[in-house]
């Protein structure tokens, strides 16, 4: 084999490669450049002019909108707070105390970022429907739960995302660990 025609063979090889690789990186990561805190991760860019190319590809994957910092930070979980994949048929508990924003909410989406269907058409929590703000739990469950739930519809695995609305620091950090609500495994 002449050693142009090997040379060819690698260079596609290695692009059909490369390229996959970059799909796959796009289509299982975080929201973007990320900063892991506990289970949640997050990244500043954002709705920005600098954002990389990365969270460029990801936002426009996930379909969601981004606004910029000092209007909205993001949060997302894969797993809970003992770093163990988030599964549809178990339940858990996601608990916080009053967070340094406005107005917050809690979305449940399938790995791929689509939201799940269930019968009960509940796809969110939203800070406006807890009553104390200072402590408050979520049941994530595939079964009905009394008080806030969010239905997983039973699929193999979920993301969870917290969209903080104007952040009292005006978006220039992020929220703390102690901060965010932990999510603790109850059973399966």
């Not at 997302?76 to 770093?83: E, F, K, R």
């Not at 988030?86 to 917050?104: E, N, Q």
């Not at 269907?117 to 049941?139: C, G, H, K, L």
Request: charged fraction near 15%; hydrophobic fraction near 40%.
């Amino acid at each position: 084999m002449k050693p142009s025609v090997r040379y060819l063979i690698c260079a596609v090889a290695g692009l059909a490669l490369g390229a996959g690789a970059a799909v796959q990186r796009v289509r299982t990561g975080a929201l973007g450049a990320s900063t892991a805190i506990g289970p949640w991760t997050t990244g500043k860019d954002f709705g920005t002019a600098g954002a990389s190319a990365f969270t460029r590809a990801v936002v426009s994957l996930r379909g969601i909108l981004a606004l910029p910092a000092h209007e909205a930070r993001y949060y997302n979980a894969a797993v809970d707070s003992a770093g163990q994949p988030l599964d549809g048929k178990c339940r858990y508990r996601v608990s916080g105390k009053a967070m340094p924003t406005k107005w917050w909410s809690l979305t449940l989406y399938d790995h791929p970022g689509y939201l799940v269907t269930n019968q009960a058409n509940v796809f969110s929590v939203a800070s406006a429907r807890v009553p104390d703000q200072a402590n408050w739990s979520v049941v994530v469950a595939p079964a009905e739960q009394a008080g806030l739930w969010l239905p997983t519809g039973r699929i193999d695995r979920f993301e969870l995302t917290l969209r903080t609305y104007l952040p009292d620091d005006g978006g220039v950090g992020n929220l703390t660990r102690d901060q965010l609500p932990s999510i603790v495994k109850e059973g399966c």
